[in-house]
């Protein structure tokens, strides 16, 4: 066949053959320099994009509705609180997650059937969360933001609608870590850390009245989805025997339960069954 292509060709078959593997040469040549070149360009357009960028939590400036705005009030107001480019592209991660912990509209999602249909709802209505859970270290931040947190810091507020608005922030928090798309994709170590640190948190709001089921509730969230996630064989066995545990994992709220202390000391002793067991 070589022989007949030769011919073919005049004699200039190995002429013809250099000329094409030094051409897929070139080709590869200028491909990578063209991918260098098109990084280079997104490199510059960040850098152009980010400077001068003060790097510090979001302020909101909510738009301040009027009589002629009574029909579509709430949208803009939505539409008034999403973060600018320059902020979703250039701040930290720790900045876009206590911007993200103060969007003036997480509190809606107490009016929803349950709190993981109204965080889903509300922060599907915020570019900040998405920004935040494209973040590859979101969950070490949010860890540590969480570590910082104590409970016990509800005595500082007299007033019960302070203590309220301190008790949500746990909540808030706590929902955000508590999203499938963190949980399954903790290392084995932050996997340990936040059982440890989640583990902390609600053995210090059990010991404060204050809190009850409904501030310890997204607390043993974190726990149930973590158990749940890693295919722990004690936990997934009770999984669809004790009544509405499978509802609470997939809820993370006790509204409409009955047997909350029932569900409590279960989460609660098999995480500290797991956490003895993986040490």
Known sequence: MKHRL????????????????????LYQYWFIVLIILLNACKKNDSNELCSGFDDKVYKYNL???????????????????LLPEQYLKCS?????????LTYPFLPVIWAYSTIQI???HVTGQFNGFDELYKRVD??????NVYQEMEPADVYNFAEPADRG?????FTFIELTIAQYQLIDKLTTEETMLLLEISLGKYNSKAAIPTYGFIGEMSTLAIM???????????????????PNLLFFVESAGFMGISNIEEITQFIVS?????FSEEI
């Open 118 to 120: 109204g965080f889903e």
């Open 63 to 81: 738009y301040q509705c009027t009589e002629a705005d009574s029909i579509d009030c709430y949208e803009k107001r939505l539409k008034s609180a």
């Open 224 to 242: 149930a989805r973590i158990l749940y996630s890693q295919n722990y064989e004690p936990f997934m066995d009770q999984l669809m025997s004790i």
């Open 165 to 169: 608005a301190f008790m949500s922030q």
């Open 270 to 274: 098999n995480t500290e069954y797991y």
């Open 92 to 100: 930290s991660t720790d900045s876009l997650i206590r911007t993200c």
């Open 6 to 25: 030769n011919y073919i060709l005049g004699g200039n078959y190995q002429v013809i053959k250099q000329i094409c593997e030094m051409t897929k040469i």
């Open 138 to 143: 979101a969950i070490v931040g949010l860890m």
